[in-house]
Structures are given as C-alpha cells and as structure tokens.
C-alpha cells in the first residue's frame, strides 16, 4: 500500500511520527509532503524524514484563496507521480482536494473544533474523519470516528516518549527546581479571530506577571511574537525538538497555546489555558481528570497559578491524575496505525471494525 502524508504544521510532524515508523517497518511505501510553516521542516529534517516541499504558509486573508490553489496544484503533481492508494493528514484541505480528484480516500485526523474555514474546505472531500471522543464539532456521523484519546497521546504516550533529563543539566537545573514556562501565540491563524488573552502591547502588565511568577522558581517563556529586551532573561533557549524533555520537568505551565497545555496535561503537568476560546480536549482533562484549567481573564490565571505553586505535593497529585488518564486512554498511535493499515478491508459505512482486542471496546467509540 502506498501512502501519502500531507503535513502543514509543526504538531502534524509530531502527530504522524511513529505511525509512519510503524507503517514502514510494516513495509509500507509512505510519501511525506510538507509546507514551510514555522519549524515543520526543521523538526522533519531532526527525524530523519525525507520529504518534499509543497508550499508556503499563506498568512493574509486574501491571499488564503490562491494559496489553496496553488498548494492543490502543487500537491496534485506528486500524488500523481506517487500514486498514492491513501491520503492521510491532519485536516489539510490540501489532501483532501487532491484525493478527491484522484477518486482516492482521504483520512483526516482532527481535534480542533475551532478552526471552521479549514474544516469547512476539508470534510465534505473527505473520506473519514477520525477525532477524540470529546470533540465538539460537527461531523457526518457517517464518516465520523470516535476514540478514546488525544493527539498528544500519539508522541507523548509512555509507549513512544520517555523525557531526556539531560536538559536540565543543558539549563543548569536540577529535577528539585521549581519550572515555571508560559507560552504565548500570535493570535494570526483563521481560527484566532475574537480570541483573547494575554495583552503582549501592555509591557509593564506583563512584566508583572513575570516577576510574580518569579518568586516562585525558574521562569521561561517561549512566544509566536517577539516581546521587549526586558523579557531576553526569561526566553527559553533550547533545542525546539526538546521542549517536551523539558516540559515533563516543568512544574506548572500557563500560556494561550492548547497543544502545549494537553501536552502538560498526558504528562502528568499541572496547566492554566489563558484563552476565551476553548477545546474539547482540554475540557475533558479539567472535567474528567482534573489536570488543568481553562481561564479567559490573565489576572485570574496568574492568581490560579500562585495558589497551585503554594499547593503542598503538586507533582505528586498531577502523576496520580496523570496514571487515571492514561489507564483510560488508549494509544494513539496503534489506533492510526492499524486504522491506516487496515482501512481499505475493515472501514465500511463510517464504521471501523477493529481487528485486534487489545482495543477494549469501551476505549474505542
């Protein structure tokens, strides 16, 4: 079976990395295309993947339109070279235009509800779209598949990911050290119009927050947008394919970046979510597991953090709600691999009939 992977974002690169190990031990013949948006090729090239570029990020509204033209064209070229029997991405409207032109299926693996234009240009071309079971958006109940899980549970699994604790010593911590990260988004995607959160234009704000934080332990921040000199001492300086070695030492992390708070949450990382705009995937970890909050104002965010860093045994507490989680998830990545693998013989009428038992039937919907 030939297999194309159509890749638009740094977390799609993390997303897909042991499926499409997986599926070539397997023998599969995977094609990986990928658009040069932030540190998507960079973390390719880290992995080893070879892989062939079809596009820029296009980032203005009016040039959005054309960019999915050309980014179609471009990517119907190496399908049609490829010969691809399956298409597979994260929501790439990319991928899925070009399967349905090739009359060929399209699997879309998704978890983020908010990002309406995309899906909109996505699901009807699509064959199957397969989310975590708290995902909020609408889908075709025909194409929809449910699972017991997050994307972050596809990389960040005990199964794949066991943290480096080398990275600490490369920042002269120590695993005793109080961590403090907080992350910050530009706020420029399609899906980010309306959405709040920290003012990064109120500097001396901001600084607050900082030296608040502060009196507690090390503090880093990393950002999509680039704040004054004053911030230089807190900007974190690593490798960025380690940043999850680190976050697993980290003791709390606050920040506008979901990903990142799901990714502190599979790792048993208390988290603070500083937005008004929400997912279903970190509801199920506030409301079901306990592991983080969801708070739209900064001053009551920064307020929550400082009660939980006074909070006696927090890392304790977080790794017992961590070990629930993963008790009641299942591993993602199997779940790709043999949705993938098994897709032409086993996927009929929007239902997915699993072929191995080690899926109990209740993690899986």
């Not at 070009?98 to 699901?123: A, C, G």
């Not at 064959?127 to 699972?147: L, Q």
């Not at 927090?314 to 990545?333: C, F, G, P, S, Y």
Request: glycine fraction near 6%; charge should be neutral; include cysteine.
């Amino acid at each position: 079976m030939r297999i194309l992977i159509d890749i638009g974002h740094p977390a799609h690169v993390h997303l897909f990395k042991n499926a499409i190990w997986n599926l070539r031990h397997k023998g599969y013949e995977v094609k990986i295309t990928a658009r040069n948006k932030e540190i998507t090729l960079y973390l390719l090239n880290v992995y080893g993947f070879e892989y062939e570029l079809v596009g820029e990020v296009v980032k203005e509204l009016m040039s959005k339109g054309l960019g999915i033209i050309k980014g179609d064209y471009k990517l119907y070229k190496v399908a049609k070279e490829f010969r691809p029997d399956i298409f597979v991405s994260m929501t790439s409207p990319y991928a899925a235009h070009v399967s349905w032109v090739l009359r060929k299926p399209h699997i879309t693996f998704n978890d983020t509800e908010v990002q309406t234009l995309i899906n909109w240009m996505t699901y009807p071309f699509t064959e199957v779209i397969c989310t975590p079971s708290c995902y909020k958006g609408k889908v075709n109940p025909k194409k929809h598949v449910k699972y017991e899980g997050y994307h972050e549970l596809a990389y960040l699994h005990p199964n794949y990911y066991k943290p480096d604790p080398s990275i600490l010593e490369y920042l002269g911590l120590s695993e005793s050290d109080v961590i403090i990260q907080l992350r910050f988004s530009s706020k420029d995607s399609s899906h980010d119009i309306g959405v709040t959160g920290f003012d990064l234009k109120n500097r001396e704000k901001l600084m607050s927050y900082f030296k608040t934080l502060e009196r507690y332990g090390d503090v880093f921040y990393t950002s999509e947008t680039k704040l004054g000199k004053e911030f230089d001492k807190y900007l974190l300086k690593i490798p960025v394919n380690r940043i999850h070695d680190l976050l697993a030492y980290t003791t709390l992390y606050i920040g506008e970046g979901a990903t990142m708070a799901s990714e502190a949450g599979v790792l048993g990382v208390p988290w603070i979510f500083v937005s008004n705009q929400t997912r279903g995937y970190l509801e199920d970890q506030e409301k079901n597991y306990g592991l983080g909050y969801i708070i739209s104002d900064p001053e009551q965010a920064i307020e929550k953090a400082v009660e939980l860093l006074e909070s006696d045994n927090l890392k304790n507490e977080w790794q017992k709600k961590k070990a629930k989680l993963l008790n009641e998830k299942i591993d993602v990545t199997k779940f790709m691999t043999e949705f993938i693998e098994n897709y032409l013989e086993s996927f009929y009428g929007g239902k997915w009939t699993f072929l191995h038992s080690d899926f109990p039937p209740s993690k899986i919907i």
